[in-house]
């Protein structure tokens, strides 16, 4: 059996190893701004890409993540939370189960450029969508769907068995003790969960690479039926495969920035939930 280390020798080894964690983070953050801080204006974010993409703003690139991110939300969320409810409150631990459950956990684990192909194959090509959001929403849903059904469950496995009992005791139904007591008490971690999912969703490239996004619209990213701009892609695009590289990498810069900036605002909006209904509680 190993002898464990002392307290002060176990603290240091994680201050270490917390403080060389965000060194790195602070030098990436701090590199990206000062590249990317002098090309962010209302212009930028406002007016669509010009001259070559070499001039102009993001609006459609933005419009796109937002859309898809929302449209991901649609089609992941409800179906997530429900079978993390069902795999927890109504199904039997048995076998099957337990294959279940271990079939999402080894999904969460697929790369996500695995996800792409098999959105190109089923959604765009086998179900006829075409290149377009919709095909490109499904498969970051089927992307999100793993991580939104195991936060949900660990939230859900926090609630004590005898909060669900006091709420039978009383009359109440399985599903209306799962509704009224069980749901209310898991919601700050079940949200937690499916914000860092989105916004992990939102920053994805590869799966709407083959599935709908496109370099350049001249228009709104609006329609579900159609190709569309993401800020992700377009970060890649003007990093790697634009003619004039030289020339708009402050831009890319930027677009880095934005794209940095929507995830922390969902990060911390998922912060924020957990800490007002702890509050609550």
Request: with cysteine; aromatic share 12%.
């Amino acid at each position: 059996m190993m002898k464990r280390l002392s307290p002060v020798i176990e603290w240091f080894t994680l201050l270490f190893c917390t403080g060389t964690v965000l060194s790195f983070l602070i030098a990436i953050l701090w590199d990206l701004t000062a590249k990317g801080w002098p090309s962010l204006s209302w212009q930028f974010i406002t007016e669509l890409p010009s001259e070559g993409m070499t001039k102009g703003g993001i609006l459609p690139a933005i419009t796109g993540t937002v859309m898809l991110t929302l449209l991901t939300a649609v089609l992941a969320v409800p179906l997530g939370i429900s079978c993390a409810i069902y795999l927890n409150e109504y199904a039997k631990d048995n076998w099957l189960t337990r294959l279940i459950r271990a079939s999402i956990r080894n999904l969460s684990g697929v790369p996500s450029i695995i996800y792409g192909l098999f959105g190109l194959a089923l959604f765009v090509q086998g179900m006829h969508m075409g290149t377009s959001m919709l095909a490109a929403g499904f498969t970051l849903g089927l992307l999100s769907l793993p991580y939104i059904i195991s936060t949900t469950e660990e939230a859900l496995r926090r609630i004590p068995a005898s909060t669900r009992e006091a709420a039978l005791a009383v009359g109440a139904t399985q599903f209306e003790s799962i509704r009224d007591v069980v749901l209310p008490s898991a919601l700050p971690g079940i949200l937690t969960g499916v914000v860092l999912t989105l916004s992990r969703a939102a920053g994805e490239t590869a799966p709407i690479l083959f599935t709908g996004v496109a370099f350049y619209i001249n228009g709104s990213s609006g329609y579900l039926n159609q190709e569309f701009m993401a800020l992700p892609y377009h970060l890649y695009m003007l990093s790697t495969q634009h003619q004039a590289i030289e020339q708009v990498r402050p831009l890319a810069y930027g677009t880095a920035l934005v794209l940095v900036m929507v995830v922390f605002f969902l990060n911390l909006t998922a912060f924020y939930i957990r800490y007002k209904y702890r509050n609550n509680e």
